[in-house]
């Protein structure tokens, strides 16, 4: 046996990298200037560097602390993930090999011939959904049936990478697609890890024997819809939450819930703010420039980049959740210090009202204030977090560039950008035009050797799957009221209107935002009713889809 010396033990630590450990945002930073409204790349991407600093330090500092505690483990988590070896491509015969998909299981409630349900993991980390196998979606309607809660995690996202970069002909088999028939291929070929549960049969949870029931939310509301109608012998039943099964381009009416349903006065300021805003964006220099210091972005060269920058609060809207422990309220935060009483102010002889003041102040403090600063570069540091003119930024594509993978899908088969309306009221500059808004499709995904981005997304791969008009007999839709993506789903106002039934629910949630029933409560009975009463209908339609599949498997037998 050879005994290291601490500093030759630290040193041969450090010059291994440990598998597993890229940097990232955590969940709530990531969904927040990624998924919530318009992207902000360039913040996540500052933020980023800044936390792999914080990462380099903290290894090292664990490194040190391992050596002199060389016993200490870490404790386990509540669920772990396994291993699905997932093919790298279902249809592109030149490419051979597996990838791991990782999935996380919950047999705690599980009674012979008891369903399984299984959540898409959508858009973001598989561990992300986690939580609902505990207290959500997964454990409400395992409990219920006796059946087993499965999170899977959708291809390229979190862990389950099947490829060695993110550039362009890398991120090739990112599609709807291959991403479907992942899921399929994962229901037919599902066995469960021997150290979860054993069961009476090997082909106990086969799709023949078990009722599979498909759940997701948003993006992967829309895949549960489409695995229903497109794969009815694998997938008996499925809750489709805020379904974006509409796909578009051009993307306006995503802020007209905003609009609707946020506090009035609140609306009304911004509304005029933003008016006043374009209206010096438009006047000579220096006017536009000192209009972005009171932003604290007077470095920022392009008034199109300062639009996107003040349109973030926004977003905040789409976080909001009936559960505070869950979403934030900080969409509320901001229209206070919108709405809040004080001085005008003068710009030259343009007198500037208190809101813009406020406005100002609540994005200096609460948006540029996150952007990391380097001694003697500010001007510099604002461009990198906020500006998007060099298109070199966003040509990074090791794998720690996660931003690549939902704006690849959006620049390819969604569309969903989210410019200013052209007419009528509006709370975003006209500066956001569709040129400015899709241009990080043409920055970002430069042609590569097998794959091209398309000049502009095929939303029809899309909308040829059921559009708004998408229906199946055990297929339910979930949406909130005031979700700014129901203009995208089967309840918009734009969709054929429908009549709830059994083996046809629709539902739509008062005062809800988005998939406003994937999470829970430990204890259910302390959910708002509006919440509880969601949860109890999808355990009533449940329990009936489990009865007609076990009638008809026993007409079968």
């Known amino acids: 046996m050879v005994f290291l010396s601490p500093l030759l033990l630290l040193s041969s630590l450090l010059a291994y990298p440990v598998l597993g450990t890229k940097t990232t945002l955590d969940p709530h930073t990531h969904r927040e200037l990624l998924l919530n409204g318009r992207p902000q790349i360039g913040l996540w991407k500052s933020l980023l560097k800044e936390q792999k600093t914080r990462d380099e330090q903290a290894k090292l500092s664990k490194i040190q602390d391992n050596i002199q505690r060389p016993f200490y483990t870490s404790s386990k988590p509540l669920y772990e993930a396994h291993c699905f070896p997932q093919k790298i491509s279902h249809f592109d015969d030149t490419v051979n090999g597996t990838f791991c998909q990782r999935y ?3 047999t705690s409630f599980y009674r012979e011939g008891g369903p399984v349900f299984l959540l898409d993991g959508g858009e973001t980390s598989g561990q992300d959904r986690v939580p609902f196998l505990e207290k959500g979606i997964l454990q409400i309607l395992s409990n219920a049936t006796g059946g087993i809660g499965i999170v899977l ?68 509301g829309a895949r549960a819809a489409h695995m229903r109608k497109e ?17 578009q381009i051009n993307f306006p009416q995503y802020y ?61 809207w789409q976080a909001k959740n009936w559960d505070p422990k869950v979403g934030s309220n900080e969409f509320y935060s ?32 609460n948006v540029v204030a996150r952007c990391p600063r380097s001694e003697g570069k500010p001007a510099s540091d604002i461009e ?21 993978l939902w704006i690849f899908q959006v620049c390819t088969q969604w569309g969903y950008f989210m410019p200013a309306p052209l007419e009528g009221p509006r709370i975003i500059s006209n500066k956001l035009t569709l040129e400015y808004t899709s241009k990080i499709c043409r920055q970002a995904f430069p042609p590569g050797k097998h794959f091209t981005v ?47 039934s059994v083996n046809r629910p629709v539902h739509l949630i008062f005062d809800g935002v988005h998939h406003y029933d994937e999470n829970g409560l430990e204890d259910h009975s302390k959910e708002p009713p509006r919440i509880k009463d969601v949860h109890e209908l999808e355990i009533n339609f449940i329990q009936e889809w489990i009865a007609q599949f076990n009638e008809q498997k026993e007409n079968i037998n």
């Open 104 to 106: 996380w299981i919950d």
């Open 384 to 404: 990198d977090c906020f500006g998007t003119s060099q298109d070199s930024k966003f040509r990074e594509t090791d794998l720690e560039q996660t931003w690549r």
């Open 231 to 247: 794969y009815p012998h694998l997938v008996w039943g499925a809750i489709a939450s805020s379904a974006v099964t509409h796909a």
């Open 334 to 365: 901001f229209c206070d210090s919108l709405t809040a009483k004080g001085a005008s102010s003068k710009l030259g002889l343009i007198r500037i009202p208190a809101s813009i003041i406020y406005y100002g102040k609540y994005i200096k403090e």
């Open 256 to 316: 007209d819930p905003i609009q609707r349903y946020a506090p009035e006065n609140c609306i009304n300021t911004l509304q005029a703010a933003i008016e006043l805003i374009d209206h010096l964006l438009d006047q000579p220099e220096p006017i536009p420039r000192y209009l972005k210091g009171l932003f604290g972005l007077e470095e920022l060269l392009s008034n199109e980049d300062f639009a996107d920058v003040i349109s973030g609060p926004l977003g905040y």
């Open 454 to 500: 398309p000049e502009w997304p095929d939303v029809e791969e899309v909308n040829q799957r059921g559009d708004y008009e998408i229906e199946y007999d055990r297929l339910a839709f979930i949406d909130g009221d005031r979700d700014p993506w129901r203009p995208m789903t089967p309840q918009s106002d734009w969709a054929p209107r429908r009549k709830s």
């Open 153 to 220: 995690e959708h291809r390229y996202y979190g862990e389950s990478v099947p490829v060695d970069s993110f550039s362009t002909d890398d991120l090739r088999f990112l599609n709807n697609k291959e991403a479907l028939e992942d899921s399929a291929y994962f229901i037919e070929n599902f066995e469960p890890p021997s150290s979860i549960r054993s069961l009476s049969s090997s082909n106990a949870l086969h799709p023949n024997n078990t009722a599979w029931i498909y759940y997701g939310g948003s993006y992967a």
